[in-house]
Nanobody, 114 residues
Framework: QVQLVESGGGLVQPGGSLRLSCAAS??????MGWYRQAAKKERELVAF???????NYAGSVKGRFAISKDNAKNTVDLQMNSLKPEDTAVYYC??????????WGQGTQVTVSS
């Protein structure tokens, strides 16, 4: 059973930055990434990074967000810059194991507002 613990959410003004971090128990994940879910909207993929280092981003965050992972610490971070009100959502960390199975974090709230 993989457990994911997220941190780093909060309230930030438009144009500001936040860094989300997710620590995973276990290792050898094929994919680590982030989804988000805004109020009354479906969960959407934000970004992911594969075991080989390939990254992919949603078009709405490309150029503003950067995902990175630390294999030694089994963490995946999401650096979010130039935040917009429409980035407001609960952000969920996820990993896909080699089985494959998908595990989710509990979610962390990000609110972008003046």
């Amino acid at each position: 059973q993989v457990q994911l613990v997220e941190s780093g959410g909060g309230l930030v003004q438009p144009g500001g930055s936040l860094r989300l971090s997710c620590a995973a128990s276990g290792s050898n994940f094929s994919i680590m990434g982030w989804y988000r879910q805004a109020a009354k909207k479906e969960r959407e993929l934000v970004a992911f990074v594969t075991s080989t280092g390939y990254t992919n981003y949603a078009g709405s965050v490309k150029g503003r967000f950067a995902i990175s992972k630390d294999n030694a610490k089994n963490t995946v971070d999401l650096q979010m810059n130039s935040l917009k009100p429409e980035d407001t959502a609960v952000y969920y960390c996820y990993v896909r194991t080699l089985d494959p199975r998908i595990y989710w974090g509990q979610g962390t709230q990000v609110t972008v507002s003046s």
